[in-house]
């Protein structure tokens, strides 16, 4: 079996794709101002086949992300034709998708239907005017709430609920990061936490709420590093190869792909660009660098 890794040893099998750069919200943290799409989109037969060349290197995951992936026309049979690839042990692969949840409602089930295993839908708040504080968006937070429902009416489990959790934030925007053992001590003033074993490769660290009706997962890059486990790769809308989130380079795997370069080619550039992937992030350290791209112009 094939196996995709870098040169510290660490297995690549998760990809994310972002199919498009437009967003129908303006969240506060995100999409500043009048700010959009600042990157093309490809059509999906060229999304399609870099992960077909993916998966025949070893990747068994695929999250489709945007901006807000369910922008795109034609994503039912995007995944069904993502559905039909299969992975160097002829299994299917896992498809997932992250999206706002508004346009949710009337495609889950086709989604479903199509060969979709799993959504997150992102919602940082749970009242109706706390989220249109954020979001900038009236009347969004029923659209979400019916697009949760109907994914988990289609089998979409488990449906994750995704929260960006910023110190201050709802109350007066001010951009400081939350610590992981901040949040744990504050939600286990209400109910304790367990902490569930996970793959090492897991972003989240998961905890069980004591009455065991829920959990949730804590995605903690800067205070809980998990770059020693990482497994993840990214594709932008334009067709760039990159290996970590905060990474200042991009590497055009569209630009040999318009140019002509066989799948073999493609499998190789792909290879390199991997071995290379960075050991780690160098975010609160002296001579940081930020990111090639902003975070909302990569993909989730």
Not at 168 to 184: A, M, P, R, S
Not at 226 to 240: A, E, M, N, W, Y
């Amino acid at each position: 079996m094939l196996n995709l890794t870098d040169n510290f040893g660490r297995s690549i099998h998760d990809l994310r794709i972002s199919i498009t750069d437009r967003c129908n919200y303006k969240c506060v943290y995100c999409r500043t101002g009048t700010n959009g799409a600042a990157y093309a989109e490809l059509p999906f037969e060229d999304y399609l086949r870099m992960a077909r060349i993916l998966i025949g290197l070893g990747i068994t995951k695929i999250r489709l992300t945007g901006g807000e992936p369910l922008l795109r026309k034609g994503i039912v049979e995007f995944v069904r034709d993502l559905a039909k690839l299969r992975t160097a042990a002829g299994k299917k692969p896992e498809v997932a998708l992250t999206t706002n949840g508004h346009l949710l409602a009337g495609i889950a089930q086709p989604l479903k239907d199509a060969g979709l295993d799993r959504v997150t839908v992102s919602m940082d708040a749970v009242d109706p005017e706390r989220f249109a504080r954020i979001t900038r968006v009236p009347n969004g937070y029923e659209s979400v709430l019916a697009g949760v429902r109907a994914s988990r009416q289609a089998g979409l489990d488990p449906v994750k609920i995704n929260c960006v959790l910023l110190r201050g934030f709802n109350e007066d925007q001010i951009v400081i990061v939350v610590t992981l053992d901040e949040i744990l001590s504050r939600m286990s003033e209400y109910l304790p936490l367990e902490e569930i074993a996970h793959e090492r490769s897991e972003t989240a660290r998961r905890y069980r709420f004591s009455d065991g009706a829920g959990e949730i997962g804590i995605i903690a890059p800067v205070s809980h590093p998990f770059c020693g486990h990482c497994s993840r790769i990214r594709i932008t809308s334009d067709g760039k190869l990159r290996t970590c989130l905060f990474s200042v380079w991009d590497h055009d795997l569209h630009e040999l792909m318009r140019r002509g370069a066989t799948d073999e080619k493609l499998a190789e550039f792909i290879v390199e660009v991997v071995e290379k992937k960075e050991e780690r992030h160098h975010i609160g350290e002296p001579g940081f660098v930020p990111a090639s791209r902003t975070m909302v112009h990569i993909g989730g």
